[in-house]
């Protein structure tokens, strides 16, 4: 009885505009006409003011417009943006016709906002746009990729390689400790979730445009704290069709030196050699005779095979491909856009790709000149071939470092030689080729997304747009691990085993837009109401089977033993929101939105919050006493405050449940239920407020362009998932405590010329942020996260959010006078790590006491720089981005550089401690032991700091003169991307973030990161 | 004019959003019951009371770690290929057990949240209705035993510890808790074993059988009695059992097969089905031999943990001619890579249909433990009387070995720590008897003494790596165990036991 309310619901709203088609009104003495652009295609939305007064209309959706003057005569300023203003003298009666100019400079654009557009020059929150002309010839395989770089606060981060990954992004700085951290992502209106997923074309993309500050973003209240990304689809253009071809050819490679250098078969076996040597001399104060060395290393050099089982994982020469065909068209009433694309990028670990078909149709029509529509639809289907796990040491790229190098790929009969290691004290584990080929691990993502929309023109200044949004997406996912798989230290035949999954989520919304837009005189206001609604439910369905009679059917109907599960989430929300934009004069600018929003999510008490957000700005530039000042043709103070929220928690957080723990009575099953989790009926959203100052700037007939921009934001309420003492039944529980501040500059700045035939352009972000924890209100002051021997990361205030923490590594002991002097530790040994004795009691437990902050995984500044220029047929570009200061807590070196010999190391582990004469580097310890060796500490630290030159691209393009060729362009361009890596960390991606969330800056690698070399073709038609 | 008829506008949005939304923003998780809406009925409360003791599978699974292997019955099958044990497991053979052991910690969160269940199904129960009172009271009966055996496993870990028996009010109550002393400890399982002899059946009705009884409830209390020294309460207690009508089985391996569950000398066991999904144990998985592969366990595939591995200690313990060696120790398997014989439990070792999934269930009390703690009670009070004689000679003569009589109490004494070692190996006793009938420091001269021979001469060869310093080095200290790290870093008002 619920879900009929709720299925309803979105459309409660579109009796509305038929209350308002009823209303009418006159008018009397008149000019009118139409407003034309230089295709002749009608331009709508231009203001029209009788110079000498303060009368002023706009032109309707057909460019139309009627305008009643005074007397027989009078002149009218037509202005646009995007246009140059016109005067025309018009006579009463008369119908004109007027063409207006465009006009090139960026601060007449259009910057596309919240629920609506808005002229740049009025603009007065934090908005950026990505440049996408300057990432054109990148080849994107995630639309994400095309974020990088790009805008400043917005940190985009490569921490995977997977083929078709998402790339990591942060909008100023991480705002939350518990609940989600990456922004709202809304394509053609339709406010999709917190992530894009794999199925989209980036070559469908008009626009991308990042709402940072308050005043932009909490129109979409609840969601509105992490930033939003807009993205606007292509639509057809006025004028003759364009078929538009294009295809582009890559290769992929590790260059060799972003390569981790382990030891060989030989070294291997030498340092196995050593440490059972070394451990006689050391425990048993004897020089050890040869025969105490097992045979398999007691003569490394005899060791003839040496296997570098990274190399063997990899897919050298990987190729990414990419086909697009788009076609746009558009006359006077109807524009629309079709697209076909496939996209294939085959992984550079074996066996592994992704690849995306996708179609779409765009279509917009105007129906009268009150009455226009459209629809909007897009579908995918992305197939992954994914490898196992790929993340962490015990997963395939971890794995195929540290296993054994003195066995074979294959057999000498060619087949997999299956099982790495497993004896002489070595870890087994799996052939990591083999689990390449051989495990079948495949998803498929299948979406749709259609929006559809229609919107009335009325009373001249209103207009109401109901639209409607759907989202079906069906994901499955299939793994078989054949029986002659081994596991880590399990040696095959193993039981084969069988993993589907049935994934498909539903999501609508449904918006119900009024806004009035107005100019008379000085004065401008543009208002709108809105309220919408969203759900989304998911279903689950997944199947597991093991005892396969074979390995050859690798379906759950040759399984002897299955399980089977369905389940069932979901979410809705709805809002009430509104905006008023003013501007007076053209030079001071004013804006206030405000929202009350409702989510599932929360708790029973708090079902709704309310997101209010105000901003004004001052075109200086436009006050009398700056007109003399004639090289600044823009600038702008601005300044914006608002509440913002994150709802990203988990859907019924709030509520606690049962869950199933049955039992067994007299051999019959009975069933029984436990508590699985607290509840917590007043869980809300995390609530940010926002202050952002920010001045833009244009000069020299808008060649240089700049912006500086301050923000402070502070985010209350912060949701935590709060460790419980156990002796609650629990160790975990989600509340709304904490603090944390976010604040920052960003400075943006672009230089556009043109000498002679030579144009050029350069363009530069810097983003400063610094995030403090100012209150952790719950039981206990901090937040500990990870584990002693796996790196932990701290929250509490004053700290950034997750320094890492351990103990700080004063070097390693020499001797035992030397441990004798030092603080004691029990069991150390020479050769092991020397702790800072932090709470100064001469003794170091074996424990968190003795831990201080060791790191800030926080850059103290990130930045991009995108360079480029065209000379006659040929253009290049350049784009650069890296980080400044801020460390890595290199987790994975517990087990490639741990010294018990059950691994290979890195090469490096040459320079360990062996005895008080070779000491070492001083930053190795001794293999005698483990202990004081693997907790965290700062040893494993290492400065991320880093700059990639991220892509170098050159064009040719070729405008034949001659009719006889089919093409009215040709575009031919070479691309080298993640070209070339500068920084001092040893591993190979410093992007790297194997956990995230308040675990950031541990690497424990992940999917490597590929170069790519592309070749590629445009055609346009 | 128009600024006026916007205002109604958006007024009359406001309200149609506000009565459109009814209902809309309820969502519930359609896969699970709410906790308000459960311990409603008695079909729920039976239940929640199941849940309890399905939360005793995982402490069972997991118990030997703490139960037997800092013991001198059991050590590890040295794996020299992993060493990322040697702080987990390992630790609790080679007394290197420190705050941040993982299996400490977890084993610490699966207690406190059966005795969370069990806390709050007595608190939800009040609630109720349609309950009986003697419903009322048979459920109350076994969760508060439930509770009991929870805390005299915990406070024989940790000595001091928390003491908790209300579901809390609000979570942030947690934290108003610190360890308790040992005595008050010992107060609250005496009451609530107390109610549970007055309130628990002797028998259950077919399809309960299982549940906890009046004489499990009586074993129990005599078992605190005996570890709190008040050896006259425990013989009364303990006295209570016998016309309850238990008796041995004529075979000492029919307590521990499959076949033969909750037999007639079965007082309380974990139970478990290897035909019903979920509900399988699979100890001998975790017991047999490391390279075993299906020599053990009849399945190829396997690929055994090698853990809790009788040592030469306990194999030498046993009398010549003791049926119990042949049920309780299996010598037939040889490591395929040194040649050497690995022992394992046999007691939990039988075929079983599915790969993975063993039929065994896990004893907790057995006639013969009543048997013997009676024996010891009595000989503690002056002197080994007929009697005590009787009791322990009816647990020699099932093993095939011959009565016993005319020895002094401290003699008789040593004889029947013998013998429980031998009749309840692996039962997870072997920890609690050593520290029950020594003073702290003869322990830890006893494992001293233990240790050294295993150091000297392991049960499982390791293959030439040498020793840590500290390994098999034990401290007074050591006879309790460190509250998890992740407790006191949570609250660090949390005191740790002395020594760590």
Redesign the interface.
Known sequence: M?NK??LL?PF??TW?WLFFSIMAHGQSQQVSGIIKDETGAAVEGADIIVKGSTKGVQSGTTGKFIISIQGASATLIISHVGFTTQEVPASAGSTQEIFLKRNASALNDVVVIGYGTQRRREVTGAIAVADLAATKDVPVANPTRLLLGQAPGVTVKQATGRPGGEFEINVRGLGSLGAGSAPLYVVDGFPVGTGLGQNFNGSDIENITILKDAVSTAIYGARGSNGVVLITTKNGRPGAPVLNVSSSYGIQNIPSGRKVKMLDGQEFAQFKKDI?MD??RY??NREPDIT?V?LNYRYPEQVKTSTNWFDATLHDNAPFSNYYVSLSQGNNNVHSFLSAGYTRQEGILLNTKFDNFSVRGNIDGKVNDNISMGLRVNADLATNNLAQATEGRDNIVGASLIADPRDPIRNPDGSYFAYI????????FANPVMSLTDIQSRSNVGQMVANAFIEISFLK?FKFKSSLNGLLNYNSYKQFVP?YIP?E???P???ASEADQQINTRNYSADQL?T?NNTFGSHRIN?L?G?T?Q?EKTTTLNAGG??YANDLTPFLSSAA?K?NGS????????A?F?RVNYVFAEKYLFSGSFR?E???RFGENV?YGNFPAVSAGWRISNENFMSGVSWLSDLKLRGSWGITGNNGIP??GS?????N????????????????N??NPTLKWERSKQLDLGVDLAAFGDKLTFTAEYYDKITNDMLLS??????????S?L?NIGKVQNKGFEFAARYKTKVQSVGLWVSGNVSINRNKVLAIN???DQL?AGD??GGYNISRPGSPIGAIFGFKMLGVFKNQADIDKSPFQ??A?PGVYKYYDADHNDTIS???KDMVQIGNPWPKFTYGLSAGGDFKHFDFSILINGAQGYDIYRVIEASTM?M???FNVLEESKQRYRNEQNPGNGRLATTN???WERESNSRYIYSGSHMWIKNISIGYTFNPATPKLMFKSLRLYASGDNMFLFTKYPGSNPDVNNRGGINPGLDDEAYPLARTFTFGANFTF | MRIIIIRLLAITFALSAVSCAKNYLNKTDPTKVSTDLFYKDPTQLEQAVNGVYGTLQGIANDQWITNELPSDNTTIDFNPGDRGQSDRIEAFEFYTVNANSTNLNSSYINYYNSIYNANNTLAKMQGATGLSDSVKAVNEGQLKFIRAYLYFELTQYYGDVILITQPLVQPSDAWTYQREKQENVYTQIESDLKDAVNDLPVKYEAGHIGRATKGAALSLLGKVYLTEKKYTDAVTTLNQVLPLGYDLNTDYADAFNPQKKNGIESIFEIQYDAAIDGEWSSFIYTFAPRLSAGAVTGWSQSNPGGWNIPTNDIINAYEAGDTRKDASVGLNFKSPVTGLTVPYIKKYAHTHAVYGRTDDNWPVLRYSDVLLMLAEAINEQGAPTTEAYTYLNKVRERAGLSDLSGLSQAVFRDTLAHERRVELAFENWRWFDLKRTMTPADLTTFINNYAAKEKANPTVTRQGVPYSNTDYVFSQYEALFPIPANEIIVNPKLTQTPGY
């Open positions: 619920k309310h709720s619901r409660c709203f509305l059972f451990k006689i425990f048993e105490e097992p290691g497993g004896h002489d004290g070595v870890f087994g200044n029986s596991g230290n399990a040696p035949p193993r039981d009024l009035y208002v109401v309220y609604a759900d093991t005892q033993l399980t389940g069932e989430y979901g979410w809705s929300l709805d009430f509104g009350r409702g989510s599932s079902k859907n019924y509520l606690a449940f049962m869950s723990n049955n039992y067994v009575l007299d051999n019959n099953l009975v069933r029984g239920q436990v508590v699985s607290l509840p709060i460790p419980l003492p156990a002796i609650s039944g629990f160790t529980y509340a719950g039981p206990s500990l002693f021997y029990d069991g040994i074996y424990d968190t741990n018990d010999g059950v032991t483990w202990k």
